[in-house]
């Protein structure tokens, strides 16, 4: 269950850094991805729907691979409304595979999944308009940040 948490965790929270024309996640999201086949492949037994979800996060962490090394080329205009579409589909992964997560998890976290998603659509549809992108990309960080935090709550309180 550590393994979903920190694969959540990495795949939500993206700080990017920027060297020159370079961009380059310092969470990478294809390690959030493997962390989360692993751990649903762990637990696939317990929960017979993670069977299925774990090929969704090992396809998405091929998309995300590729994303990640386009960040590091140069991008021209033509590859970057590709790319974009990667990310749009990466994403979709991402949050169909976060639903099944928070399927029979608290309501509390079930309730700030809906959230979660729209932020993170949100973020990705407007983050090429430079004001809106950036409130968008903090409102972002803040719900995946309190989302996070209730899952690693929830987490702890079901180890006791």
């Known amino acids: 269950m550590h393994r979903l948490f920190w ?21 990478p999201d294809f390690v959030g991805f493997f962390l989360l086949m692993k751990g649903m ?3 696939s037994g317990s929960v017979p729907r993670f069977e ?8 998405a962490g091929l998309l995300s691979v590729i994303l990640y090394g386009a960040g ?44 979660v998603a729209v932020v993170q659509v949100l973020a990705l549809l407007l983050g090429w308009v430079p004001l809106v992108g950036s409130i968008c990309a ?3 960080a803040v719900v995946s940040m309190v989302f996070l935090l209730c899952f690693w709550k929830e987490l702890k309180k079901s180890a006791e």
């Open 7 to 27: 694969g959540l965790f990495f795949v939500l929270l993206d700080f990017e850094m920027t060297v020159g024309r370079a961009t380059f996640e310092v969470l």
């Open 41 to 43: 492949e762990a637990m």
């Open 52 to 59: 299925k979800s774990r090929h969704v996060a090992f396809g």
């Open 72 to 115: 590091l080329l140069n991008r021209d205009a033509m590859t970057g409304v590709w790319l974009w579409v990667l990310e749009l589909g990466c994403l979709a992964a991402f949050l169909w595979l976060m639903k099944q997560v928070v399927a029979d998890r608290d309501v509390q976290l079930r309730g700030l999944y809906p959230m």
């Open 138 to 140: 903090v409102a972002s």
